[in-house]
């Protein structure tokens, strides 16, 4: 089992890395290689990032990297609701400064409540019942399952069950780009 600052093993056998274990990280950020390009995150970037992250999950699943395939599908979700969010800023406002600090989370949940999404989520569940049972297996997704390492048969469910929830064609991600 590793043993780096940071790491520790649950019974699960899923890896647990907390923030010490990027004790590098400073020194990567004084060379400047962190902050040296000008990356702008506008509505356009999201959803170009959503369905890039969409085909970056169907590669790894096919490549049976199953960890990285369940993370990616969950961060184009995050991605395409920051669209709407994005939609619903105005140029040249000055944002309220507490909405500005809670939309910067990664709970899915959260943040379909932020884009308006949830009272229009819920009059789609209830026609599609298929559609909530995805949102189910979506809502769940969490950025820390980056750094999970998650047994070989759950990750391989856990991907295909999430890819097919974010990508199909009735998917969740199809009903939030209603809402572009």
């Known amino acids: 089992m590793p043993t780096g600052a940071g ?3 649950s019974r699960s056998g899923r890896i647990s890395v907390g923030e010490d274990a990027y004790s590098q990280r400073g020194a990567r950020e004084a060379s400047g290689w962190w902050y040296s390009r000008k990356c702008e995150v506008n509505k356009k970037t999201l959803q170009s990032l959503a369905q890039a992250r969409v085909a970056d999950a169907r590669t790894l699943l096919n490549a049976k990297r199953f960890d990285a395939a369940y993370y990616l599908a969950g961060y184009a979700i ?4 920051k669209v709407c969010i994005a939609k619903k800023t105005k140029p040249h406002d000055f944002p309220d400064k ?3 600090r809670r939309v910067y989370t990664h709970d899915l949940e959260e ?3 932020f884009a308006g999404l949830m009272k229009p989520l819920r009059l789609h569940f209830r026609q599609d019942a298929a559609l909530e049972s995805k949102w189910g297996i979506v809502k769940d997704w969490s950025a820390v399952s980056r750094y999970e390492l998650v047994p070989q048969r759950e990750a391989r469910r856990k991907a ?3 890819l097919n929830a974010v990508a199909d064609r009735q998917g969740i991600l199809a009903c939030i780009q209603q809402y572009w």
């Open 7 to 9: 790491s520790r093993w």
């Open 160 to 162: 295909s069950a999430m």
């Open 98 to 100: 507490e909405f500005a």
């Open 78 to 81: 995050e991605c395409a609701l």
């Open 111 to 113: 943040l379909a409540e």
